[in-house]
């Protein structure tokens, strides 16, 4: 999982070490961090979906 300290500890390694490799791990957080999102989201969407299924009248 992606953290604040990991991204600044990026940040400050990319004074000593290639743009490329923080980049790298920049995007792969960034990745997760997206991937989480969108799981969240299709676990909101599926439980929408079941709660218009039991209660039909409720629109949100």
């Known amino acids: 999982m992606c953290s604040s300290a990991l991204i600044i500890s990026c940040l400050m390694n990319c004074w000593v070490e290639s743009l490329s490799a923080c980049f790298t791990v920049l995007l ?33």
């Open 28 to 60: 792969s957080s960034l990745n997760e961090v997206i991937f989480m999102l969108l799981r969240c989201l299709n676990e909101a969407l599926d439980f929408y979906s079941i709660n218009q299924k039991l209660n039909p009248e409720m629109i949100v």
